[in-house]
């Protein structure tokens, strides 16, 4: 017994001995250093044709982390000059040293910071290395590369006339053709983009013409069914379908991209909109004309024309609905909700104002003509316009020297006068026509006035 405890004993001392055994040094790794980054090139000026060709290839050194490098991760950001990579263009790259670029990547990048076709822009590059996890990240030196958009072709085709003009019932000139051009016709920006600010009523469709009076070509959308085409879209040269105009009429600003085959449509002001359906359409508002309120603050005109044969009967609706009907209270006075059948004395072309605040009305009569310096005027003769109830517009002639000027009145009066302050919208008591909105060309002139939308009101001069 004595013998096996001693045999035990030795058995723990050597077990012991052996565990104190010192082991060797567990390996130390270093941190990574910055990759060491450069480029092919140090000027890019690709041409369209070199779009699918290699551009621009990217090299950098390895950083050196504990782990081999197939397992690391990179970075490559591009920035403009200006840019601190605070939100940068980036490629995600996983174990490699390299990437190359197309130039149509490359070009793309640039247009995505809006530069300029043809224009040189120095462009800033660098790589930030990490662990996939984006542990210990750390950024290589800064590149400067000098880069040049080249033009892509656009995707729709551009007016070759360079202009470009609203048509429709969803405008002020309705489906006339030629439009009132100074408040129809958009601003080019540059060859590929067009925009500015015009009135559209609500409901309606419209469409874009390069030339002025001819419908031999048009900008179209393929299916004005589709939603949101009311506020942009794609479009194209010689679609089928109409633009659907917005919902609620107003002042509304277009911007037209030919490079992106888009358009995008914002409202400004919205119009508010007293509805007149009476006996001379058929007691129908969801199709009777509106009195429009400029600053939709319950004060509202418009002119209607009301024609032989009927009643001449009607009463304001503040939809196109019976809902809520406004009728007549007696003296010039409004009942909401109620009254009877407000009334002119007879057919004829009328300015009527509704004041929804104080619920007061008016009706003019009207006879439009035009006066000016031109010799059959000389500011003394008034030259009368013809109604054209088809068209919905005045219509009549005149023949100017240069620098003649003149405006519209009612009724031979200066009392209710119409002129232009420079942006194609007729003005109460404005400047003179060819004065603001620039000279008249000399020449005998069809001249159009438009009165028929909701408030705002415009002109043509052929």
Not at 113 to 142: C, H, M, W
Not at 337 to 366: E, H, M, Q
């Amino acid at each position: 017994m004595k013998t096996f405890a001693r045999l035990f004993l030795l058995i723990m001392i050597i077990a012991a001995l052996n565990s104190c055994k010192k082991e060797k040094d567990l390996p130390f790794y270093g941190n990574g250093s910055a990759p060491l980054l450069s480029a092919s090139a140090a000027t890019i000026a690709p041409t369209p044709a070199d779009s699918l060709s290699d551009a621009l290839t990217l090299t950098w050194t390895n950083p050196e982390y504990a782990i081999d490098s197939s397992n690391l991760k990179f970075v490559v950001q591009i920035d403009s000059a200006s840019g601190d990579f605070e939100d940068p263009w980036s490629r995600v790259i996983t174990g490699a040293l390299s990437t190359t670029f197309t130039a149509k990547e490359l070009n793309d990048i640039l247009l995505s910071y809006g530069f300029a076709f043809g224009v040189p822009y120095d462009v800033k590059i660098r790589v930030l290395s990490s662990y996939a996890n984006n542990n210990e990240q750390l950024a290589s030196n800064t590149l400067t590369i000098q880069m040049t958009p080249y033009k892509v072709p656009p995707k729709v085709l551009p007016p070759a006339s360079g202009r470009l003009y609203l048509v429709g019932d969803a405008t002020a000139g309705g489906w006339n053709n030629p439009v009132p051009a100074a408040a129809q016709e958009l601003t080019m920006i540059d060859s590929l983009t067009y925009v500015d600010t015009v009135f559209m009523n609500g409901g309606k469709q419209y469409l874009l013409l390069p030339v002025n009076g001819d419908w031999t070509h048009k900008y179209a959308v393929a299916d004005n069914s589709l939603p949101g085409l009311s506020n942009g879209g794609d479009f194209g040269y010689d679609f089928n379908d109409n633009f659907p105009g917005p919902a609620t009429t107003g002042m509304y600003s277009i911007f037209v991209d030919f490079q992106q085959g888009t358009f995008t449509l914002t409202k400004i002001q919205e119009y508010g909109l007293l509805y007149v359906p009476g006996d001379y359409q058929g007691w129908d508002p969801a199709t009777a004309p509106t009195l429009g309120s400029e600053k939709n603050d319950g004060v509202y005109q418009g002119y209607i024309n009301i024609p032989a044969g009927g009643s001449n009967e009607f009463k304001l609706t503040p939809g196109p609905a019976w809902d809520n009907a406004i009728g007549d209270g007696g003296g010039g006075t409004l009942v909401p909700g109620g009254g009877g059948n407000l009334n002119v004395p007879g057919a004829g072309f009328y300015l009527i104002t509704a004041n929804t605040n104080d619920n007061t009305w008016s009706a003019t009569k009207t006879t439009w003509s035009m006066i000016g310096s031109f010799a059959a005027s000389g500011w003394s003769t008034d030259i009368p316009m013809t109604y054209n109830a088809g068209d919905r517009r005045w219509e009549g002639q005149i023949t100017t020297a240069d620098g003649d000027q003149f405006k519209f009145r009612a009724n031979n009066d200066w009392g209710l006068n119409y002129g232009d302050n420079g942006e194609g919208k007729l003005e109460k008591d404005g400047s003179n026509i060819g004065d603001k909105s620039g000279p008249i060309p000399a020449g005998t002139h069809t001249i159009y006035l438009y009165l028929n939308s909701s408030g705002y009101y415009t002109y043509s001069i052929l």
